[in-house]
């Protein structure tokens, strides 16, 4: 049976958590923020500039690739919802960079475009399937909000807001089942954080400690409800505190920031002691989909952390003060420009789904 | 249990299906609420004895999360495994069905077949011993529906061994329909080796003038109408579908092609039921050569009633199915 649960109570060693309990206050990201409960430490990952070029790639190919998928929604060529992950890259690039592939698990939500890059996936054939196509990563069938790669260890893509988290829990029981030393990274939203199933899913990981690493990605707005508008707690990463999952709260604009702390996450998990819940304060540039206007917020607001906080300039401006030319980052944009340019032509270029392929793979064997 | 016995429980069969294909495979694991050993072994004994053979790591005990249960089975079966989430009551089901109809039955389609659920879903269900509205529900209907989802639902004990083996090995979601009030009922032992496919029908009785067609809990009823109308002379054929979804067209349609009349009998509530499927398909097919409309049999369009006065008034019986034989056959 499992070990039994984590014997100190969380609020012992969480000296922030009084202070932060009764804030109702929306906070944006544009100050670093670190709080924790359950003694965990978020300390700023410290890159070989090697490593902070790659985080730099990694994020603009992001935001290239979801700039083209959004001219090409409105273009017509996506149908369907389509979540744009602008804004939020240093979360994912800062998470995926710090795993083990191959012997690591991740799965998401419905804003998924990101995580399959960052998670080393051909970005020709995510944009193929964004148009349908059938060279798509689900041969067409399953569009912009279910993608999957199990080579990559990238388990979707899901469109049901908290779902995930259950269907994680459950690629985490597999890891210790099998004790292959792997951990799941089950993301969600600040919006699924209000779902039921993750606090039954959060108790069962628990429960049975198992190694997964739930990920909030406050966005600060749950399609057009902002946090504190649709939470009783807005300090997401307490969450947890009731099932005795250690919580931490990190800057998700601040690459290194998120590097850091998920290093701490995982060294936890990986040593035995169950779930870690990371918040990450992010924030999306876009609407919630491409149909959303977005009237809920200013356009101060956005313009000002765009201004301030934007992940990729942040990134942009050390590298520069560490002394990479200007040029050489030109060539890295041209670089990404030029990927997202093929993958657009390419997932413009596939042809369509057969037919016949409506029938394929609802069961193992055909109806 | 000392000797293989003669006749065993309906509860017995699962049991020992379960227990054959965790000896047999180590990827099958349980998972429900109260299922180990320690905990009873299920609140029906169904799992009686599994924890103890296997160990809690292979038969785990669950909080009351049925969400959290199916949504970790369909994790663990993505990645290989081939979990038995045991959802104690067909109701609790409605609880679950984001993950058992977004997840479960969707995953290798919206993946372009990367995908696959290996995952079996026990439940059990069924009117007459007075647990009411919220504890008595037939919904295979429901789960029928939905494309990507496998429903079985076993008659008698030797069924239910090889059905649940079955649906337990297969590499599609299955939904496995037991029927509380019948856990209790013997039949002939299965061999060990015993192995019922999936999507394969049964003739336990051949006839000549209708084809009674039913599944799970109404074949008992319909083997007892079939004998009392063969005292009027009218000669029953009946098919056990076994598997209602994908259920086996071929063999209902030879058998009504042949007695040119049919009845489709359930438990669950007449309107918009399986019995609606299966007589559109068969008028679709054979329309010019039947007799007389199919007719169909099932239970009140109402919530299941506590009383058993008016649960049984409820309840389709062995006299409905008698009636709508010779209401058709005129």
């Known amino acids: 049976m499992a070990k039994p649960p984590r014997k100190t109570p969380a609020a012992k060693k969480s000296p922030a958590a009084k202070k932060s309990a009764p804030a109702r206050k929306s906070s944006t990201p544009s100050k670093p923020v670190a709080k924790t409960t359950g003694g965990l430490k978020t300390p700023i990952y410290k890159a070989t500039k090697a490593e902070l070029m790659d985080f730099y790639e990694q994020m603009l190919l992001i935001r290239r690739f979801e700039e083209k998928a959004g001219q090409l929604y409105g273009l017509g060529l996506i149908g369907g919802f389509c979540h744009l992950y602008i804004g939020q890259e240093a979360v994912v690039t800062g998470l995926q960079s710090a795993i083990e592939p191959g012997k690591d698990s991740v799965i998401t939500g419905y804003r998924d475009h990101g995580h399959m890059l960052a998670c080393g996936i051909d970005p020709k054939i995510v944009m193929a399937e964004l148009t349908g196509r059938a060279s798509g990563i689900s041969k067409g069938k399953g569009g912009s909000m279910h993608m999957f790669s199990v080579d990559h260890g990238f388990y979707g893509g899901h469109g049901i807001v908290g779902a995930q988290v259950s269907l994680g829990t459950g690629l985490a029981f597999a890891h210790k089942y099998k004790e292959d030393g792997g951990v799941c990274l089950a993301y969600f939203g600040d919006g699924a954080s209000n779902q039921g199933q993750v606090y039954e899913s959060f108790n069962m990981a628990e429960l049975w400690q198992l190694p997964v690493v739930f990920v909030i990605e406050n966005n600060q707005y749950a399609m057009g409800t902002s946090v504190n508008r649709s939470s009783a707690e807005d300090q997401l990463y307490r969450r947890g505190e009731s099932f005795r999952i250690p919580g931490m709260q990190v800057d998700g604009m601040d690459v290194l920031a998120v590097r850091g702390a998920v290093e701490e996450a995982l060294k936890d998990v990986r040593g035995g002691g169950g779930p870690v819940l990371m918040e990450l304060k992010t924030y999306r540039y876009r609407g919630h989909s491409m149909s959303d206007p977005a009237k809920y917020r200013s356009r101060e607001e956005v313009q000002n952390i765009r201004e301030k906080s934007d992940p990729i300039e942040r990134l942009k401006a050390m590298l520069m003060k560490q002394g990479v030319a200007e040029d050489e980052l030109k060539i890295l944009d041209k670089k990404v420009r030029k990927t997202v340019a093929d993958a657009a032509d390419f997932a413009e270029e596939s042809p369509e789904p057969e037919l016949a392929e409506l029938y394929t793979d609802v069961l193992v064997e055909q109806y | ?330």
């Open chain 2, 1 to 330: 249990m000392t000797d293989k016995p003669a006749e065993i429980m309906f509860a017995q069969a699962c049991n020992m299906a379960m227990a054959k294909a965790m000896a047999d495979d180590p990827k099958v694991i349980i998972m429900g609420e109260d299922i180990a050993d320690e905990q009873g072994g299920g609140v029906f004994k169904v799992t009686l004895g599994l924890s103890e053979k296997f160990g809690t790591d292979r038969v785990r005990s669950t909080p009351i999360s049925e969400q959290a249960i199916v949504g970790a089975a369909v994790g663990s079966a993505m990645v290989g495994y081939k979990p038995v989430a045991e959802i104690m009551l067909m109701n609790f089901i409605t609880v679950a069905m984001d993950q058992i109809v977004n997840h479960a039955a969707k995953l290798r389609f919206m993946s372009g077949g990367q995908t696959t659920v290996p995952l079996t879903i026990r439940t059990t269900t069924g009117a007459g011993t007075g647990l009411g509205g919220q504890h008595s529900d037939m919904l295979e209907a429901w789960l029928a529906h939905v494309p990507g989802l496998k429903v079985v639902a076993a008659s008698n004990p030797a069924d239910a061994y090889g059905l649940l083996y079955s649906s337990i090995m297969d590499p599609n979601p299955v939904i496995f329909i037991e029927n509380t009030p019948g856990y209790f009922v013997k039949g002939p032992a299965p061999a060990p080796d015993h192995v019922v496919p999936l999507g394969k029908a049964s003739v336990p009785r051949e006839g000549t003038d209708v084809t009674l067609i039913g599944y799970g809990s109404s074949i008992s009823r319909c083997h007892a109408a079939a004998d009392k109308l063969a005292e009027d002379g009218i000669s029953c054929e009946i098919v056990d579908l076994r598997t209602i979804a994908p259920y086996d067209e071929e063999t209902v349609l030879k058998s009504v092609a042949k007695t040119k009349a049919a009845v489709v009998v359930h438990e669950a509530v007449r309107n918009f039921g399986v019995g609606a499927e299966i007589s559109s398909r068969i008028h679709e097919e054979l329309f010019s050569e039947l007799k007389a409309p199919v007719g169909r049999v099932g239970s009140g369009y109402a919530p299941v009633p506590f009383s058993p006065a008016i649960e049984k008034a409820w309840m389709f019986s062995q006299e409905d199915i008698e009636r709508e034989v010779h209401k058709i056959l005129g």
